[in-house]
């Protein structure tokens, strides 16, 4: 069982990383803002910390899951500098599952459009 309050960190690193893709999905396509990517960064040493940390409890997987939605799918695939910065901290297979988990959502927006 892990420690609450690891749990709780943990929940408020989720919710980070959430809310900065929420911010990013919003974004035009185009140019993405430097800052965004500093935040970005701050996110992933947060979370790189995060597991460093003694008896966390958590996984390398668990932290990795929360980049892996179909949101984050759509974002690296408009903005390259996002993909780069991804590769560069959890390496190529995790920008390789985001993608695989966005090829099945691609349809269903499609039809929402509708």
């Known amino acids: 069982m892990n420690d609450p309050q ?5 929940d408020t690193l989720a919710v980070q990383v959430h809310e900065w893709t929420e911010s990013a999905i ?7 803002p430097s800052e965004m990517l500093s935040d970005l960064e701050d ?3 947060e979370l790189k910390a995060f597991l460093e940390e003694p008896d966390t409890g958590y996984e390398r997987k668990d932290v990795t899951e929360l980049f892996i939605t179909p949101e984050m799918a759509d974002i690296i695939q408009r903005f390259p ?5 991804l590769e560069r901290a959890w390496g ?4 390789e599952l985001i993608d695989e988990e ?5 349809e269903l927006d ?5």
């Open 6 to 10: 690891m749990d709780r960190r943990f």
């Open 26 to 32: 919003a974004l035009d396509e185009g140019h993405f």
């Open 43 to 45: 996110i992933i040493e």
């Open 81 to 85: 500098r996002v993909r780069r910065q």
């Open 92 to 95: 190529a297979q995790v920008t």
């Open 102 to 106: 966005g090829e099945g959502f691609s």
């Open 110 to 114: 499609d039809e929402d459009r509708d």
